[in-house]
Every structure is written in C-alpha cells, then in structure tokens.
C-alpha cells in the first residue's frame, strides 16, 4: 500500500541550531512534492515545491532534498528560530492534480 | 483580502443535524479542493473541482456528504445527518491550473463538532 511518513514525535531544537525534518514514502513516483507549514488552528501554508529531476532546493533559510532513490526528501530550517514553531507537512504528488499529506512533524524551537 | 475564506469558521451541531460549509477561493483560481484533518494527522482529500465540475470524490466522502461549485466560483460541502465521527477541521484549497506545479492555497478551515 502507498505510504507517506514523517516524524510521528515531536522535535525539539535549541534556538540558533538546524532542524532536519524527514518525509519518506513508498509506492509512490512522485513528480513533484511539496512542504508545507501549518500552526494550530490555521490550514497549511505552502513553503518549497521541489520536482524529480530536482536534488536540492533552498529559499532564505529552508532547504529542501529529494531523493527519489531513497524515496526521501529532506526538510532543513537553518539558523532556527522560535517562530519557527509549527507543523510541517510534506506532500506528494499522486497525479491527476492532486497530492496526499504525510501526518506532518510538530517542530518545537526552544529559546 | 484575496486570500481562501472558509465560513463559518467554527460549527458545534447535534448528531443528526445537517451542515454546510462555505469556501470562496482566490478569484482567477479554476480548481478547488476539499480536505478533512483530525488532530494529529495530515490533511485527507475529500473531493475537488475544476471549474464547476467535480472530477473526484474520495471514498472517504460517504453519501451523506455532498460538495457542489455552481457556476465554478464559491463551493459549498453539505454533511447531512451528522455522526461524532464527522467532528473535525474543513480545509478548502485552491489552485491555478497548471501543467505539473500544484502549489494549493488553503483557508483556515472550519472546525465542526458533533455532539
């Protein structure tokens, strides 16, 4: 069966440190995926979009890889702030204009 | 504002009752979808439209869930006899048509609580 996961536990991270985040997947070949960020109460707000043929994608302090070998992407937030606090979801491609969610990660950026 | 705006935001029912919620997308977008999030999980895809027409159901979306968008503007998602299962947060999305980059702009989604 198709499977999207990312950290089931919270991360906790030390202000000023990098926060690495995982999506892993099976049975899926993706064209693209997508990360999102959502904070209590809200809907997602889109963050990267990184493409197949795509190893790395970066924008200010995030940093997205995708590897589709390993069927795993890679979500970095350097310099990490408490604002950064949220859950971040990845999204896969599943075709026909549509995507499917992981659980999402808790990131937790401690002062 | 030109952003997705859900309506109402919160909706405390009894089981039994009838619901409907309202999701008004940013203007040039042509695709619209429905999603429905529990705590602790990620966005589930209901149902979505291109235009007027809904292309997709999810079998998640039992008959007593009905989703329409007339004239491909504002979209409504009718939950008819409501069960405390159905308790959960609406998130409507939409998007622009393009070839391959489905980036999705959500709304702050529409929290319903079953009694």
């Known amino acids: 069966s198709q499977k999207i996961e990312q950290n089931s536990e919270a991360l906790n991270i030390q202000e000023g440190k990098t926060a690495t985040l995982t999506c892993n997947y099976t049975?899926?070949?993706?064209?693209?995926l997508q990360w999102y960020r959502q904070d209590p109460g809200r809907g997602p707000v889109f963050l990267l979009l990184?493409?197949?043929?795509?190893k790395e994608k970066r924008k200010e302090r995030l940093k997205v890889t995708f590897d589709t070998t390993l069927k795993q992407s890679l979500f970095h937030i350097t310099a990490s702030q408490p604002a950064d606090s949220a859950t971040y979801l990845c999204?896969?491609?599943?075709?026909?204009?549509?995507?499917?969610f992981g659980t999402g990660t808790k990131l937790q950026v401690i002062p | 504002d030109t952003g997705v705006s859900q309506d109402p935001r919160h909706k405390i029912t009894k089981r039994g009752q009838n619901v409907t919620f309202r999701c008004d997308p940013i203007s040039e977008h042509n695709r619209l979808y429905w999603y429905r999030q529990t705590l602790g999980q990620g966005p589930e895809f209901l149902t979505y439209f291109q235009n007027e027409a809904q292309l997709e159901k999810s079998r998640l979306l039992s008959d007593r869930f009905s989703a329409e968008r007339p004239k491909g503007s504002f979209s409504t998602l009718e939950i008819q006899r409501t069960e405390q299962g159905d308790s959960a947060m609406y998130l409507c999305a939409s998007s622009l048509d393009r070839s391959i980059q489905e980036t999705q702009y959500f709304g702050p989604g529409t929290r319903l609580l079953v009694l």
């Open positions: 990184i493409r197949e043929n795509e």
């Open positions: 999204a896969l491609d599943v075709g026909y204009q549509k995507v499917t």
């Open positions: 049975n899926y070949s993706p064209a693209y």
